[in-house]
């Protein structure tokens, strides 16, 4: 079945550190690709996403760009802020179980100032 | 501005009693979801619902039950509580550009 495989966490980087999270995919078919962000004690909310093979989707100066070759997705922020502090999920859409989405099992994030 | 409105947000049962967790969305949305998250799990999908009157089940649906009579309520119901329901559940429904918009929360603990 599909699946969404994320690194391990937590991921501890100084202020306008350069970061990666790596998130790869197991999918049948062309799936859309997601980043969610959770922040303490609050629900997930969109980051970006994209919907077909080599689309970039960005916000917030976060990037992520879907490749379809090494079925990845990973996302990037060339200089992070303490203010990024939170749980990342990639996550990819299920065409079955009325297209919710399948989530990765999420990578923590500190940012030191 | 209200989006997705779960209650409670917090609530202890002991083994064995029965609980409904409450839903709303005022965005109009066909799609609703129920999630819980576990700690390192990321989020696991209980049911689900296409529309008013149809339900469906996600991955773990053991221990829980739905019902979707109208568009913006989705309740999720626990018979017979037990510690392994201890979590932290999520509701959610999608646009139809496929983003999914959350809920707070509900966290429930089971003694």
């Known amino acids: 079945g599909n699946s969404v495989t994320q690194m391990e966490g937590p991921v501890t980087l100084s202020e306008e550190a350069f970061l990666t999270i790596n998130c790869t995919y197991t999918a049948t078919g062309y799936p859309s690709l997601f980043w969610y962000v959770q922040y303490p004690g609050e629900g997930l909310q969109l980051l970006l996403k994209?919907?077909?093979?080599?689309d970039k989707g960005s916000n917030k100066g976060f990037e992520a760009t879907y490749r379809k070759e090494t079925t990845s997705f990973h996302l990037e922020k060339g200089s992070v802020q303490v203010s990024d502090s939170a749980v990342y999920f990639c996550a990819l859409s299920d065409r079955k179980a009325g297209t919710a989405l399948i989530f990765g099992k999420g990578t923590t994030l500190s940012v030191s100032s | 501005n209200a989006g997705v409105t779960q209650t409670p947000k917090f609530r202890i049962l002991k083994i064995g009693q029965s609980m409904t967790l409450q839903c709303a969305q005022d965005m109009n949305h066909n799609y609703m979801y129920w999630y819980r998250q576990d700690p390192g799990m990321g989020l696991k999908l209980i049911y689900y619902s296409v529309g008013a009157g149809i339900t469906d089940k996600g991955e773990v649906p053991n221990g829980y039950n739905v019902s979707r009579s109208t568009t913006e309520d989705f309740p999720l119901r626990l018979e017979l509580a037990a510690p392994s329901q201890t979590s932290v559940y999520f509701c959610?429904?999608?646009?139809?550009?496929?983003?999914?918009?959350f809920g707070e929360g509900s966290r429930l603990t089971v003694l």
């Open positions: 959610a429904s999608k646009d139809s550009t496929g983003e999914l918009f």
């Open positions: 994209a919907t077909k093979a080599d």
